[in-house]
Each structure stands twice: as C-alpha cells, then as structure tokens.
C-alpha cells in the first residue's frame, strides 16, 4: 500500500538551531517526494521536490531534502531556523502513469520555534 | 498571475444539506485536484479532474462529485452532509507533476 509516515508529530526548536524532519515512504514505484509548509488557516506551500537526479535537493526559504532509496525517506532540514518557521510541515509521495497523479500525505509534523 | 483561488473562504451547513465549493486554477494550468484535509491530519485525496473528466478518484463516498468546466475551473458538490465532513477542503491545480494549492475553504457542517 501506498503510504507516507511522519514519525514526528511535533518538534520544538531554539531559534538558530539546526532542522531535521523525518519522512518514510513506501511506493510501488519510483516516486515522486514532495516537501509542504502550511501555515495555520492557510493553504499548501511548496518548499521543494524531488523527480529524479541529485539526491539532495533545495528548496525555498532555505531548506534542502535528501533522498535515500534504501531507507525510503526524505528528511527535510535547515541549518538555522528562523521564528518565521513555525508551521505544519507535509511530506508527500505522488507519480504514477499519469502525469499528475494523486498525492498522498503524511500526517504533518508541526514545528515549534523557541526564542 | 493570479495562483490558485477558492471560495468561499468560509461555510457553515446544517446535516443534511448540499454544498457547492469553487476552485479557479493557475494560469495555464488545466488539472485540477481536490483534497479534504480535517483537523490536525494530512489532506486526503478526492478525485482529479482533467479536461473535464474525472481522471482518478480517492476512497470517498459518491455523495462527493465535482465537474471542471472549459476553462479549467471546477467545483466540488458534497451531497447529504454529515458532520463528519467538517474540514478544510483544498483545490490544486497543475500543469505536470508538481501541485500548486489554493487558500482552502473550511467548511463546518452543525
């Protein structure tokens, strides 16, 4: 079955330090991982994703996402976290035959920012 | 460019009742993808809609149905609602693999 397991449900960081967000995935196929940020009462942001090629890639606001195949997963992290950080965080798997196939969630890890 | 719009922005309906949510997609972009999202979860997949058919469908009943129109634009009807579809209800729009989501629209069903 097609899946998306987001083992952290909240994080709490100090502003400044470093990000990591966990992600496992299980896809029939090669997949498609995708990176969103959704503020409270707010759509979806996409922060980065990943189709084929370099594993590590970057996204906006200064994210990046490794793919690892053996561990099926897709961390997120940053560096130096801002306060401005602070939101919901979505990992999601998609691809298929069709061009734009379905995209399936995880559960969302929300982050916390301690100044 | 205008992204991806919804409205409304904001529902309230009693059991029972029918509902008609709107989506106008990105400039250019001619798929568009419904998502309900409840509260404290990750959105789950509704139906695609291309070139005015729908192309796949989640695991939701057949009271959720939607059409897309020549323009792209499409609508989301939920027929006979329960409480249980009180939730954020996203729209997304694409031109290949990557989604662009729209602002939601939260629906409360009493």
């Known amino acids: 079955a097609q899946s998306v397991t987001q083992p952290d449900i909240h994080i709490t960081v100090s502003e400044g330090a470093s990000l990591e967000l966990r992600c496992n995935y299980s896809y029939g196929a090669t997949p498609y991982l995708f990176w969103y940020v959704q503020s409270p009462g707010q759509g979806l942001q996409l922060l980065l994703k990943?189709?084929?090629?370099?594993?590590l890639v970057q996204g906006i606001k200064g994210f990046e996402a490794e793919f690892k195949r053996s561990q099926s997963s897709f961390n997120l992290r940053k560096p130096s976290v801002h306060w401005s950080d602070a939101a919901e965080y979505f990992c999601?798997?998609?691809?298929?035959?069709?061009?734009?196939?379905?995209?399936?969630f995880g559960q969302g890890t929300t982050l916390q920012v301690k100044p | 460019d205008a992204g991806v719009t919804q409205s409304p922005t904001h529902l309230i309906k009693t059991r029972g009742q029918q509902v008609t949510l709107r989506c106008s997609p990105k400039s250019g972009h001619d798929t568009v993808s419904w998502y309900q999202q409840a509260l404290g979860q990750g959105p789950q997949f509704i139906f695609q809609y291309y070139e005015e058919e729908e192309r796949q469908r989640g695991n939701f009943p057949d009271r959720f149905s939607g059409h897309q129109f020549p323009n792209y634009s499409s609508e989301l009807n939920v027929n006979a609602l329960l409480l249980g579809d009180s939730a954020l209800y996203l729209c997304?729009?694409?031109?290949?693999?990557?989604?662009?989501f729209g602002p939601g629209t939260r629906l409360t069903v009493l």
């Open positions: 999601a798997v998609g691809g298929g035959s069709s061009n734009t196939g379905k995209l399936i």
């Open positions: 990943y189709f084929s090629g370099d594993t």
């Open positions: 997304a729009s694409s031109l290949w693999h990557e989604q662009f």
